[in-house]
T-cell receptor, first 114, second 112 residues
Framework: KQEVTQIPAALSVPEGENLVLNCSFT??????LQWFRQDPGKGLTSLLL?????REQTSGRLNASLDKSSGRSTLYIAASQPGDSATYLC?????????????FGKGTRLSVIA | NAGVTQTPKFRILKIGQSMTLQCTQD?????MYWYRQDPGMGLKLIYY???????DKGEVPNGYNVSRSTTEDFPLRLELAAPSQTSVYFC???????????FGQGTRLTVV
């Protein structure tokens, strides 16, 4: 059974700092990995999608990497801002009974202090 | 283009009552999913559908039912609400296995 773990569970950093969020998964047989942002009481917003054949994806100040063989992904946030404060969720797409649902980690709650 | 729309946003149910959580998408995606999110936990898959007329159980289907009569709509039915079903429910859609998933804003359900 695929399990996704995110470390740390919570992180507090001063504004301007570069930071890394970690995601690990137990089964390397994935189609892709997606990072989401979730603000309190809100839905999930897609940040980056990395296909299993890719090593990284970039969007603005965000860079996500994928090492499928070792079961790891990182989300790098450059020059953090208070507006980056949110919970970040990692999810892998797997094959399950003929469908391909996402399996989620529990998230990392990020606080960026001004 | 609204994307994925969930109604209602909030609901309080009494134990034993029933209700339907609505999910509508205007993206013409075949694949749709229902997840629940409990505090401090990741999202768990309840049911999914690969197209109109086809549904199947996910990881935590007990106490729920779904239907998929059209591509656009994927309602989730709770027949006999229990306190264990207090959660935030998210509907998601995706066009294919190699594309990104899109989520609705969620329905926060409390069963008392």
């Amino acid at each position: 059974k695929q399990e996704v773990t995110q470390i740390p569970a919570a992180l507090s950093v001063p504004e301007g700092e570069n930071l890394v969020l970690n995601c690990s998964f137990t089964d390397s047989a994935i189609y892709n990995l997606q990072w989401f942002r979730q603000d309190p009481g809100k839905g999930l917003t897609s940040l980056l999608l990395i296909q299993s054949s890719q090593r990284e994806q970039t969007s603005g100040r965000l860079n996500a990497s994928l090492d499928k063989s070792s079961g790891r992904s990182t989300l790098y946030i450059a020059a953090s801002q208070p507006g980056d404060s949110a919970t970040y969720l990692c999810a892998v797409r797997i094959l399950y009974s003929g469908n391909t649902p996402l399996v989620f980690g529990k998230g990392t709650r990020l606080s960026v202090i001004a | 283009n609204a994307g994925v729309t969930q109604t209602p946003k909030f609901r309080i149910l009494k134990i034993g009552q029933s209700m339907t959580l609505q999910c509508t998408q205007d993206m013409n995606h075949n694949y749709m999913y229902w997840y629940r999110q409990d505090p401090g936990m990741g999202l768990k898959l309840i049911y999914y559908s690969v197209g109109a007329g086809i549904t199947d159980k996910g990881e935590v289907p007990n106490g729920y039912n779904v239907s998929r009569s059209t591509t656009e709509d994927f309602p989730l039915r709770l027949e006999l609400a229990a306190p264990s079903q207090t959660s935030v429910y998210f509907c998601a859609t995706v066009v294919g296995f190699d594309t990104e998933a899109f989520f609705g804003q969620g329905t926060r359900l409390t069963v008392v």
